[in-house]
């Protein structure tokens, strides 16, 4: 795609090229290669001086350096991108902008300063009814604001409003996410058992959709939550899948994130060497990929590891060394540090005795500016804080000993609660209508073969005998041969009204309306079929000719789809007759694969393609009948669930007792061989 751009000179088109590439790679995670794409974008956009075009170009630039971690040079390009937000006058791009420096804020842990970035851009995105964009953002912001902010239910009820529409919109992953979020949540504050029934929920929902990665990270959340109510197998099994999955995916943060889950498992089991083994990894990962935002989890890791092995001598400087990176790294972030301190006081009360007067302590102004500067000049020799830094007196209650927060979570509960049981109903009420409409799919598909088996073996038989007696009664089998045809016109008719009515009655959807559509077909065969001269047919045996009926067969599927030469051509090359047997089976197997590829191999909006699908039938010298079918679409998974049509394909190539192969090659390939005897066919002019 990218040579054809090239070559013809068109950079509008060699821009977009470009983009569409970067989106292919941006779906395997290899920024590396996404990241020139987008910079040879935002050069032809300049050439274009098409200040949107760059606009877009270095937004995306941006989202691949925030993704792909690449820090150093985001912020620069944020810069660029917003000297051009601002010079568009474009209220929604400064908006986007702010989005992105929000998230790259909250994902090196700095929240408060996050926060605002958010809000600004929210509400922009709320004000020009951007639903896709603010839910996303809101979706950030109450990240940010449950790790920066002090409790507040009113996050628990926004998260709750973007399951709901998430829901409405059938996209599991976003569903999945605030999911996980609500997870989040609830561990916060403590209610662990909530968090494992949202993260569980979460989990199966990235399982349905086959997302593995955010699969196995929701499962170490999830094994996090299960450590602090000691289900230490179910731990255990979570932590191993986890593993080979990360392994398949060789994605490095996700194995930081689990050597530290692990080391707390061995720690909760008292294996001290397994869980150092294991951090000593996560360090050196640290240092080598510069992941900084793993290192406050590290000290905190190494700190439990000791506490919960009893080793007291080496817990001290562990504990001072996390107080002590906690200080250092988020100084002007003072409500960051309490939340961090107040979460490990909940979720390991007993591991320091003096936490509870560090975390009061903090909330002095006076005390938290002497501690800070405590921190910048000791050494990593020192393992304590002394005491004449510490507030004694009125010890710090737990995070969430607010009746008034317990009152509004409470009833938030409810509310979620009740509207799960509703989608819990709604969701059974589906599968039930689901059911019925499969019956149904099974009653109209079972009548209509058998009824189209009858008419074949009926049709087959008269013939047989009728040629027979036709030297002896020619005038007799002409006639009878027109009453068949009106015979299985009418019939077909029946079956087409019949459809119709079971659409009407039962409302089985698109398979059935298909079905019709290929009754119709055969309809359509029939129709030719009898404007063709009969009596020649029956006497020689060469009854359907394939050019004229492949022709016909794909002129109507065309109007079918309201596809036009424009869009898409058919070239057809069958310039043989046969008999109604092969020819029938032929047509009908022909009409399946040109169905797939109108709805599968072409994209609506590649109208410039050269959409083109290649039908072939010849017989060669010793009367092998070869089928090629080709398309230049995407090609067809030749592996998977297999629907219909497939289905329908196979009875007639098993029908016929023919060959078949297919593959894949810039577009997809069927061919078809059927051994004929020489009285079977007759070649044509093409």
Same mark, same amino acid.
């Given at each position: ?10 950079k509008l088109?060699?821009?977009?090229a470009? &983009?569409? &590439?970067?989106?292919?790679?941006r779906?395997?995670r ?11 974008s ?11 075009l ?5 937004y995306?630039?941006?989202k ?12 620069p390009a &944020?810069?660029?991108v917003? $000297? ?7 209220? =929604?791009?400064v ?9 790259y804020y909250a994902?090196?842990?700095l929240?408060?300063?996050?926060? @605002?970035y958010l809000e ?17 953002c809101?979706?950030q912001?109450?990240?940010?604001a ?6 507040d239910p009113?996050l628990?009820r926004?998260? =709750?409003?973007s ?14 996410y ?14 662990y058992?909530?968090s ?10 990235? %399982?349905?959709?086959?997302? $593995? ?17 000691d ?13 080979e ?8 943060q996700g ?7 692990r ?16 951090? %000593? ?9 510069e992941y900084?935002?793993y ?18 001598q ?6 001072f060394?996390?107080? $002590? ?10 409500n ?28 002095d ?14 050494? *990593?020799?020192?393992?304590? #804080? @002394?005491?004449?830094?510490l507030l ?5 209650s ?15 509960d ?5 509207? =799960?049981i509703?989608a ?12 019925e409409?499969r ?8 009548v209509?073969i058998?009824v189209?088996?009858?008419l ?7 013939? $047989?005998k ?7 009664d ?7 041969q027109?009453q068949?045809n ?10 087409s *009204?019949?459809?119709d009515?079971?659409i009407t ?6 398979a ?6 290929r009754?119709?077909? #055969?309809h359509?065969f ?6 063709? +001269?009969l009596k020649?047919?029956i006497?020689?045996?060469?009854d359907?000719?394939?050019?004229k009926?492949i022709e016909?067969?794909?002129?109507y599927?065309?109007?079918f789809?309201?596809?036009?030469d +424009? ?7 069958a ?8 020819g029938i ?10 169905q ?15 959409n083109?699908?290649r #039908? ?5 010298d010793?009367?092998?009948?070869? =089928?090629?079918y080709?398309?230049?679409g995407? +090609?067809k ?32 390939h ?17």
């Amino acid at each position: 795609m990218l040579r054809i751009a090239q070559k013809s000179g068109n950079k509008l088109f060699e821009y977009k090229a470009n &983009l569409a &590439l970067a989106r292919c790679e941006r779906k395997k995670r290899d920024y590396k290669k996404v990241i020139p794409y987008v910079k040879r974008s935002i050069a032809l956009s300049k050439e274009l001086k098409d200040n949107d075009l760059t606009f877009e170009a270095y937004y995306s630039l941006a989202k691949d350096y925030l993704d792909g971690e690449y820090f150093t040079s985001l912020i620069p390009a &944020l810069e660029e991108v917003m $000297q051009y937000a601002v010079k568009n006058n474009d209220e =929604l791009q400064v908006a986007k902008v702010n989005y992105v420096y929000g998230f790259y804020y909250a994902t090196i842990d700095l929240d408060t300063k996050a926060l @605002p970035y958010l809000e600004k851009a929210l509400k922009v995105f709320q004000e020009k009814k951007e639903h896709l964009l603010g839910n996303d953002c809101k979706l950030q912001y109450t990240v940010s604001a449950l790790k920066a902010l002090p409790p507040d239910p009113g996050l628990l009820r926004n998260l =709750l409003e973007s399951v709901s529409y998430y829901a409405e919109r059938n996209s599991k992953v976003k569903s999945a996410y605030c999911r996980a979020l609500i997870g989040m949540y609830y561990y916060l504050y403590g209610d662990y058992g909530q968090s494992i029934t949202n993260y569980t929920y979460a989990r199966n929902l990235y %399982k349905e959709h086959k997302n $593995q990665v955010q699969y196995a990270l929701t499962g170490l959340d999830l094994a996090n939550a299960l450590l602090l109510k000691d289900d230490l197998n179910a731990v255990d099994a979570i932590i191993k899948e986890s593993e080979e999955i990360f392994r398949d995916n060789d994605y490095t943060q996700g194995n930081i994130i689990l050597y530290i889950t692990r080391s707390k498992y061995y720690a909760f089991l008292k294996e001290k060497e397994k869980a150092l083994d294991l951090l %000593k990894k996560v360090k050196k990962l640290i240092a080598e990929r510069e992941y900084n935002i793993y290192t406050k989890d590290y000290y905190r890791t190494l700190a439990l590891v000791y506490y919960k092995s009893n080793d007291n001598q080496e817990k001290r400087p562990a504990l001072f060394a996390y107080y $002590q990176y906690l200080f250092r790294k988020f100084y002007t972030e003072k409500n960051i540090i309490l939340r961090d301190l107040l979460i490990t006081h909940q979720d390991y009360p007993e591991m320091d005795s003096g936490l509870p007067y560090l975390i009061n302590t903090i909330k002095d102004p006076g005390y938290f500016e002497k501690l800070h500067a405590f921190f910048e000049n000791s050494s *990593s020799k020192d393992t304590g #804080i @002394p005491d004449s830094l510490l507030l004694r007196s009125s010890l710090v209650s737990d995070v969430d000993s607010s009746n008034l927060f317990y009152r509004e979570l409470e009833a938030i509960d409810a509310v979620a609660n009740k509207k =799960l049981i509703q989608a819990e109903l709604a969701k059974q009420e589906s599968e039930k209508r689901l059911m019925e409409s499969r019956l149904w799919f099974a009653i109209i598909i079972t009548v209509i073969i058998a009824v189209l088996t009858i008419l074949l073996i009926i049709y087959l038989r008269v013939v $047989q005998k009728n040629k027979k007696r036709a030297e002896r009664d020619k005038a007799t089998i002409e006639s009878l041969q027109v009453q068949l045809n009106h015979l299985i016109e009418n019939n077909l008719k029946s079956i087409s *009204s019949f459809i119709d009515k079971a659409i009407t009655s039962s409302e089985p959807g698109e398979a059935v309306e298909s079905l019709k559509n290929r009754v119709d077909i #055969i309809h359509q065969f029939h129709e030719t079929y009898k404007k063709q +001269g009969l009596k020649n047919k029956i006497m020689t045996g060469y009854d359907v000719d394939l050019q004229k009926h492949i022709e016909n067969t794909c002129s109507y599927l065309k109007n079918f789809y309201n596809y036009d030469d +424009g869009f898409l051509k058919i070239n057809v090359d069958a310039p043989v007759t046969v008999g109604y047997n092969v020819g029938i089976n032929l047509v009908l197997l022909i009409s399946e694969l040109v169905q797939n590829s109108c709805k599968y191999a072409f994209n609506d909006d590649d109208v410039d393609r050269g959409n083109i699908i290649r #039908i072939a039938v010849t017989v060669d010298d010793k009367h092998m009948l070869t =089928l090629h079918y080709q398309d230049n679409g995407a +090609g067809k998974p030749l592996e998977g669930e297999r629907g219909l049509g497939s289905e329908l394909i196979e009875d007639i190539v098993r029908t016929i007792q023919a060959k078949t192969s297919e593959y894949n090659d810039n577009g997809y390939h069927f061919f078809l061989e059927r051994k004929l005897r020489h009285n079977e066919y007759k070649k044509t002019e093409p």
